[in-house]
């Protein structure tokens, strides 16, 4: 087969070999990493920024989570319109439309136009995530998704990695109109990677076993490995909204630290989850995905819930550390299951309901800790996101194994993913 030695590429070697002979899949890496890092600069810190400028309770909530408001209609729309119209012209739109986000952050004279350019970005990622992921699932092979998938996390988590430190130690150096301008500068870069060089349709021809389908939202919705991923990106996106969201106001208020040390310890968690993406990823094709990520999603649980306990810097990177070793072993399994069921309903409209899940569970988060926070104090919004975590962990495992009954009895007979 002559796609044969892009796709068999081992744990510690061959990468490199890989990314120059996959061009398609080398550019959006690449984009999604820059124009991520763009985001990550500000995203972390838009609730310190808006507290700044006065904002209290739910609107700290939508600094952060705003984005979401826009995501939620869009992705589900945009993932199935690309299944019909292709995948590049989304990404352009989606990496544009950050740019001039970032413009508008720099511009806003208060916290509503924040939240306001905040909603814009939203309708950018809902043009860049799901198309991003789908574009990279169709070109995984059988058996590969979990290495395709960790590998293609690398470029998001990595950015999420970089962005923090770098937004907090310029915030704190120059100040939040640099922050701004800096992502501004990402951002374009990142369009500019895509525009010129994302090969078209036919540069990029999807996997073999891949099939252009498009299936009903009802039809999805009645599918329980769909409602297991929902599930699953439900739960992590509402402790992603509630920890993040809130953490740079605990950490400033509570242990007294500076914005440069709160990015620290977001970046060492993301800096965490890529490196240990693809090995994940590896071991996704291996074992059972179900239970990797499981056990990743209940100890991310367990983090969310001693943040309040850790009373020190030190202690706040070790479970942050340790957060993101396991967040890196739940994603590329749930990313791989999720690639498994695209293939039969569609890759487009199936990523867009993962995204749509987890944009829903960040908005939740985020907006129900504002509340949470002003009723109850900022603790609580650590404990709250950990119960739903583990409840999520109870409900996707319910899902996963009426699926697994569902092909045991013939009602199902294509794999939605190795393990699954």
């Given at each position: 087969?002559?796609?044969?030695?892009?796709?068999?590429?081992?744990?510690?070697?061959?990468?490199?070999?890989f990314?120059?002979?996959?061009?398609?899949f080398?550019?959006?890496?690449?984009?999604?990493?820059?124009?991520i890092?763009?985001i990550?600069?500000v995203?972390?810190?838009?609730?310190?920024?808006a507290?700044?400028?006065?904002?209290?309770?739910?609107?700290?909530?939508?600094?952060?989570?705003?984005?979401?408001?826009?995501?939620?209609?869009?992705?589900?729309?945009?993932g199935?319109?690309?299944?019909?119209?292709?995948?590049?012209?989304?990404?352009w739109?989606?990496?544009?439309?950050?740019?001039?986000?970032?413009?508008?952050y720099?511009w806003?004279?208060t916290y509503?136009?924040?939240?306001?350019?905040?909603?814009?970005?939203?309708?950018?990622?809902?043009?860049?995530?799901?198309t991003?992921y789908?574009?990279?699932?169709?070109?995984?092979?059988?058996?590969?998704?979990?290495?395709?998938?960790?590998?293609?996390?690398?470029a998001?988590i990595a950015?999420?990695?970089?962005?923090?430190?770098l937004?907090?130690?310029?915030?704190?150096h120059?100040?939040?109109?640099?922050?701004?301008?800096?992502?501004?500068?990402?951002?374009s870069?990142?369009?500019?990677?895509?525009?010129?060089?994302?090969?078209?349709?036919?540069?990029?021809?999807?996997?073999?076993?891949?099939?252009?389908?498009?299936?009903?939202?009802?039809?999805?919705?009645?599918?329980?490995?769909?409602?297991?991923v929902?599930?699953?990106?439900?739960?992590?996106?509402?402790?992603?909204?509630a920890?993040?969201?809130?953490?740079?106001?605990?950490?400033?208020?509570?242990?007294?630290?500076?914005?440069?040390?709160?990015?620290?310890?977001?970046s060492?968690?993301?800096?965490?989850?890529g490196?240990?993406?693809?090995?994940?990823?590896?071991?996704?094709?291996?074992?059972?995905?179900v239970?990797?990520?499981?056990?990743?999603?209940a100890?991310?649980?367990?983090c969310?819930?001693?943040?309040?306990?850790?009373?020190?810097?030190?202690?706040?990177?070790l479970?942050?550390?340790?957060l993101?070793?396991?967040?890196?072993?739940?994603?590329?399994?749930?990313?791989?299951?999720?690639?498994?069921?695209?293939?039969?309903?569609g890759?487009?409209?199936?990523?867009?309901?993962?995204?749509?899940?987890?944009?829903i569970?960040?908005?939740?988060?985020?907006?129900?800790?504002?509340?949470?926070?002003?009723?109850?104090?900022?603790?609580?919004?650590?404990?709250?996101?950990?119960?739903?975590?583990?409840?999520?962990?109870?409900?996707?495992?319910?899902?996963?194994?009426?699926?697994r009954?569902?092909?045991?009895?013939?009602?199902?007979?294509?794999?939605?993913?190795?393990?699954?």
């Amino acid at each position: 087969m002559t796609n044969k030695p892009k796709t068999s590429f081992g744990l510690t070697s061959g990468l490199a070999r890989f990314f120059l002979q996959n061009r398609a899949f080398a550019v959006v890496w690449l984009a999604l990493f820059v124009s991520i890092a763009g985001i990550a600069m500000v995203s972390p810190l838009l609730a310190v920024f808006a507290q700044d400028m006065g904002a209290s309770g739910i609107w700290l909530g939508l600094a952060f989570s705003g984005f979401a408001l826009s995501q939620i209609p869009l992705m589900l729309l945009i993932g199935r319109l690309s299944d019909r119209f292709g995948k590049r012209l989304f990404l352009w739109l989606g990496l544009l439309i950050f740019a001039v986000a970032a413009a508008g952050y720099f511009w806003s004279p208060t916290y509503k136009e924040l939240v306001l350019f905040r909603i814009l970005s939203g309708v950018g990622s809902a043009m860049v995530i799901p198309t991003a992921y789908a574009y990279v699932g169709e070109m995984a092979p059988r058996g590969h998704e979990g290495r395709y998938m960790g590998l293609f996390n690398i470029a998001m988590i990595a950015g999420f990695g970089i962005g923090p430190m770098l937004g907090g130690m310029v915030y704190d150096h120059l100040g939040m109109d640099a922050t701004f301008l800096s992502m501004g500068i990402l951002s374009s870069l990142g369009f500019l990677v895509a525009f010129f060089f994302l090969p078209g349709r036919k540069s990029s021809l999807p996997a073999e076993g891949h099939r252009e389908v498009s299936t009903p939202f009802a039809a999805m919705l009645r599918d329980n490995t769909v409602r297991g991923v929902i599930t699953f990106q439900l739960v992590l996106g509402l402790s992603y909204g509630a920890v993040l969201a809130f953490l740079g106001i605990f950490m400033t208020s509570e242990l007294g630290t500076s914005l440069t040390l709160v990015g620290i310890v977001m970046s060492v968690r993301s800096i965490l989850n890529g490196t240990l993406a693809y090995p994940f990823g590896w071991l996704a094709d291996r074992m059972s995905r179900v239970l990797l990520a499981s056990i990743g999603l209940a100890v991310v649980g367990v983090c969310s819930l001693v943040v309040p306990w850790a009373g020190s810097f030190a202690l706040m990177m070790l479970v942050f550390v340790i957060l993101g070793i396991f967040e890196s072993m739940a994603s590329p399994s749930l990313n791989a299951i999720t690639v498994g069921k695209g293939r039969v309903l569609g890759m487009g409209s199936v990523m867009g309901v993962s995204n749509t899940a987890s944009s829903i569970g960040l908005l939740i988060g985020s907006l129900a800790g504002g509340a949470i926070a002003d009723s109850f104090g900022t603790a609580w919004v650590f404990r709250y996101a950990a119960i739903f975590v583990f409840a999520g962990v109870v409900a996707f495992n319910l899902f996963m194994r009426r699926e697994r009954q569902g092909k045991e009895s013939g009602v199902c007979v294509e794999n939605s993913g190795q393990g699954a």
